[in-house]
Nanobody, 118 residues
Framework: QVQLVESGGGLVQYGGALRLSCAAAGSFFRINVMGWYLQATGKQRELVVRITSGGSTIYLNSVKGRFTISRDNAKNTVYLQMNSLKCEDTAVYYC????????????WGQGTQITVSS
């Protein structure tokens, strides 16, 4: 089992910044992919950004240039620096990891609310 602990969400004004973190703990051989998804009210969950163990990233177009993902492999932690926040960034953000145990498995964090006010 893998547990993901997220932190860093909250209320921020338009143009502000927040930093999310997600720490993975448990039994696994390797964390292959770490990432963040968002789910706005009434909408489907969608990928914000993901980063592989080799450092390759994929970003949602609307966050490119504003959000930056990073990971600390020694701490099994992924971060999301969110700058120049917009009202449309308001959503619940979920941490996601894909780990190798015997085979690949996917785990989700509990979600953290980010609200951007105008």
């Amino acid at each position: 089992q893998v547990q993901l602990v997220e932190s860093g969400g909250g209320l921020v004004q338009y143009g502000g910044a927040l930093r999310l973190s997600c720490a993975a703990a448990g039994s696994f051989f390797r964390i292959n992919v770490m990432g963040w998804y968002l789910q706005a009210t009434g909408k489907q969950r969608e990928l914000v950004v993901r980063i592989t163990s080799g450092g390759s990233t994929i970003y949602l177009n609307s966050v490119k240039g504003r959000f930056t993902i990073s990971r600390d492999n020694a701490k099994n932690t992924v971060y999301l620096q969110m700058n120049s926040l917009k009202c449309e960034d308001t959503a619940v953000y979920y941490c996601n990891v894909v780990v190798t145990v015997i085979q690949e498995r996917e785990y989700w964090g509990q979600g953290t609310q980010i609200t951007v006010s105008s």
